[in-house]
């Protein structure tokens, strides 16, 4: 708390709230704007922020539920909404997993062992994380397709196979858990060894129990990464039952077929699952991310 | 691919490459576990090297060799006690190796090639498919007459040149499944015969079937009256030459242009992939049609990342100031609604500021009409295309600064700011004097890793504008708001898809980054070294 206080500090305080109030608005609008459009009755509907006559049409079509509409036609639901947000929860709750696992145990040995090529190997995974997955896009389009030749659970179209994709996104993962652990001390696993623990017990039975916060900011930040991620999808997923959420709704929003309330509706039902997670996490990721941050 | 985390938990305990800790006493008792942990290695092996044969019989060879290299690794690393240290780096290594390193190869070496819609295919499949091509002889053409009964079919053939010569198939269904059906010599068939108006309606499951004429010859449908006896039309000479049965005109394989040409230097499609050497990187750089798109593309690009990373510098460092302020009481409620932005998964979030935005039905542009009486064409035109991917990006990433500069901000000791107080410094003199130098180390390499990842924003523009609206007079569609790597990802999956160009941009894309991230590297370690 600073002590030395400017004598205008109640007209600046008011200021900055004035100011953030203004920002807010902006910021908030989109979402205010998206949930209202949810309700409104049609997919042209145009009017204030607070829907004059509201409908539960577009709720109903995402849910999956047939639609009566005044005149008496039934509406069917045109997409699978809520199978493409399982569809999503699936690959990313899978990937989160495997990415943990696998960064896991890479971070101890980067952290804990020595081997050699330890150091080349951590610098090469640091440029290597920078080049984007969408162009290598050609090389998985090409690899799963033969893959598939092969092994057909693996080949386009798979969920398994995209899960594989994402594989590669875990060198950033491995420096924030590499970090976590150069922060517990060693003497904990040293004296473990002395009573005779393999490094392995060692690993699993000192140092994960004590990483538990780092694990939980892992998976939380690939779940994300992994429920956004929309190239690789758009290219590996073709049926329309197969599609997850990202790659699935862009298809409310085509010039030729433009389901504006429909997407809306779409949009809010699975978009708040997913923020109210982050939100609960956040604050573990903002500490996560900053320590990620400052290391590089 | 790969190897489940039981197989470490027997591992002996007995490691050479562990030498900061001391040997355990009981690393014997635990090596007796071996055998599951052998069992498996080679049941996972022998699966590996089953797909391997197969993808080799299919006529690969990186992909195989790849698998093989790497599954000869694995056998080493978790079955020899020298690898012990390797196991627990091994698996993460394999998915980086698999999902980074090797795409980034197989790109590279797809760069060399004119891989792409039109030569998808190996010479192998080609000559495949043009072996498999049949041609009508002429010499056994029969009048065909289709007879119903039922939901049962039988076809009457009569011969073109000798009308007494009738053959009738047995019965079948017309279900578009490809069959053969065997015709005797018989003049009576079931049921009613049908109007060549009927025919016509069935001609496509007609066209699959195949006639097998009294064991002699197979015909097949020839046009909407007729079948008629079919044969190859070529047959393979050597050097993958194919000689015209018929006609005994030759095409080979021209190793240039990846297609079969005749003796005219006619192509006949599909073609097939071959190595075309620097031609890509040839046509980037001196094709006016592609380098001129191509270089304002890049220049786009870079402004873009750059002006998108300083708007949310600033943006997110001013706010974070805000939130750090005492007397702002109620600042944790501003600041779990200002992080929202980046709660919302981005691919929701570009969606509706493209509803929003939409010139006749959005909201965006209904405010502005009732306001100030202006209606911007955000889609079509390339100024506010721009602006609009400006802001959208700027409202998606100021939160992520944001975040980052108030865990630095609480490391800038709190003494500072009093002793400037006492002097009578205004806020402005604060953030200028003491916060920005204190910031400007810790916050370059996140900087810079924030304009690599917004060089590569792909969403971003794909979900947005699609990188529309488009450049006029171009040889390859490129668009006023296209990223590189939007660029690439079209020139490969929707126009044209040409696979060869689009790998050539992306190595060039890969060098520009790996450039970038070198620069980083060098700025995290100097600042590490304060």
């Known amino acids: 708390m600073a002590m030395v206080q400017p004598r205008n500090l109640h007209y600046r305080v008011w200021a900055a709230r004035i100011v953030m109030i203004a920002l807010l608005c902006l910021v908030m609008f989109p979402f205010l704007m998206i949930i209202s459009v949810s309700f409104r009755t049609g997919n042209f509907a145009t009017g204030s922020l607070i829907p ?5 049409e577009h709720w109903a079509m995402v849910l999956g539920i047939p639609y009566e509409t005044a ?11 809520l199978t493409w947000l399982w569809n999503s929860i699936k690959v990313s709750l899978t990937t989160s997993a495997l990415i943990l696992t696998l960064s896991t145990t890479g971070a101890y040995a980067f952290a804990r062992l020595r081997f050699r090529l330890k150091h080349h190997l951590l610098t090469s995974m640091m440029i290597l994380q920078m080049f984007p997955a969408v162009l290598a896009l050609v090389a998985f389009h090409a690899f799963f397709n033969k893959l598939g030749g092969v092994v057909p659970w693996l080949g386009l179209n798979t969920h398994s196979a995209l899960v594989m994709s994402y594989l590669g996104g875990l060198t950033m993962n491995i420096w924030l858990i590499k ?7 060693v003497a904990l696993e040293e004296s473990a060894h002395i009573d005779g623990a393999t490094p392995w017990q060692a690993f699993r039975h000192i140092l994960l129990p004590l990483s538990v916060p780092i694990l939980a900011v892992v998976f939380v930040l690939s779940f994300i990464g992994v429920i956004g991620e929309y190239p690789i999808a758009s290219v590996l997923l073709q049926g329309v039952d197969k599609l997850t959420l990202a790659v699935g709704v862009k298809q409310f929003l085509y010039a030729q077929n433009y389901l504006w309330g429909d997407f809306a509706a779409a949009a809010v039902l699975t978009g708040m699952p997913i923020t109210v997670v982050f939100l609960i996490a956040q604050r573990y990721l903002v500490s996560g991310l900053t320590a990620g941050g400052v290391k590089g | 691919m790969t190897l489940p985390a039981n197989a470490k938990s027997v591992a002996t305990g007995k490691e050479n490459g562990k030498k900061n800790m ?7 008792k635990l090596s007796s576990g071996n055998g599951p942990k052998w069992a498996l290695v080679a049941l996972i092996d022998l699966a590996l090297l089953y797909v391997i044969f197969l993808l080799y019989a299919q006529g690969e060879i990186l992909f195989p060799l790849t698998l093989l290299v790497l599954c000869s690794i694995g056998t080493w690393v978790f079955t020899n006690k020298a690898g012990y240290c390797y196991r627990y780096v091994y698996p993460c290594l394999l998915g980086i190796i698999m999902f980074i390193v090797f795409p980034l190869v197989y790109t590279f070496s797809i760069s060399f090639t004119n891989y792409g819609s039109a030569n998808i295919l190996s010479l192998e499949r080609v000559k495949e498919i043009h072996l498999d091509k049949q041609v009508k002889t002429g010499d056994q053409v029969y009048r065909l007459a289709l007879y119903q009964d039922n939901g049962q079919y039988q076809l009457q053939l009569t011969d073109k040149n000798d009308s007494a010569n009738v053959y009738t198939s047995e019965s079948f269904t017309l279900d578009g499944q490809a069959k053969e059906v065997a015709a005797q010599p018989d003049t009576s068939a079931q049921g009613q015969k049908l109007s060549m108006r009927d025919i016509v309606k069935q001609r496509a499951a007609l066209g699959e079937i195949t006639v097998n004429l009294h064991g002699n010859s197979r015909l097949v449908m020839s046009s909407l009256r007729e079948f008629a006896a079919m044969a190859p039309q070529y047959r393979e000479e050597a050097d993958n030459v194919l000689v015209d ?8 394989p021209d190793m240039v242009t990846g297609f079969y040409v005749n003796v005219d230097g006619e192509q006949i499609a599909p073609g ?3 190595y075309v050497g620097g031609e890509n990187y040839q046509l980037l750089l001196e094709d006016k049609g592609i380098r001129e798109p191509f270089f304002k593309i890049f220049v786009w690009t870079v402004v873009f990342a750059a002006l998108s990373v300083t708007l949310c510098a600033i943006i997110g460092l001013l706010l974070a100031n805000l939130m750090q302020w005492e007397p702002l009481k109620e600042r944790g409620i501003y600041r779990v609604l200002l992080i929202l932005p980046y709660a919302v998964p981005a691919f929701i979030s570009i969606l509706i500021f493209k509803g929003l935005f939409n010139q006749n039905f959005g909201e965006i542009n209904m405010i502005l009409e009732g306001l100030f009486g202006i209606e911007p064409e955000w889609m079509t035109n390339p100024t506010f295309a721009r602006m609009m991917i400006l802001i959208v990006n700027t409202w ?15 490391a800038i000791p709190d003494v500072l700011y009093e002793a400037s107080a006492i002097d009578g410094a205004t806020p402005i003199h604060n953030l200028l004097f003491i916060t920005l130098p204190s910031l400007a180390k810790s916050m370059a390499p996140i900087l810079i890793a924030s304009f690599a990842f917004n060089f590569n924003n792909f969403v971003l523009i794909d979900l947005l ?9 171009t040889s390859i569609e490129a668009g006023f708001t296209d990223l590189l790597v939007n660029f690439t990802f079209r020139t490969a999956f929707v126009a044209g898809q040409d696979f060869g160009l689009a790998s050539a941009i992306a190595t060039m894309i890969f060098l520009i980054v790996g450039f970038i991230s070198w620069v980083n590297l060098r700025a995290t370690r100097s600042s590490q070294e304060y």
């Open chain 2, 22 to 28: 001391s040997t355990p006493a009981n690393a014997q």
């Open chain 2, 272 to 274: 097939f992939s071959v």
């Open chain 2, 396 to 410: 998606l990433g100021y939160p992520y600064m944001m975040i980052v500069c108030m865990g630095l901000l609480k």
């Open chain 2, 465 to 473: 504008t699609a990188g529309g609206p488009m450049r006029p007079g």
């Open chain 1, 52 to 56: 004059e006559n509201p409908s539960l």
């Open chain 2, 245 to 252: 049965i018929h006609t005994g005109e030759s095409i080979r």
């Open chain 1, 71 to 81: 005149d008496g036609n039934i509406v069917e639901p045109t997409f699978p909404v």
């Open chain 1, 179 to 185: 970090g976590y652990f150069e922060s517990i001390d």
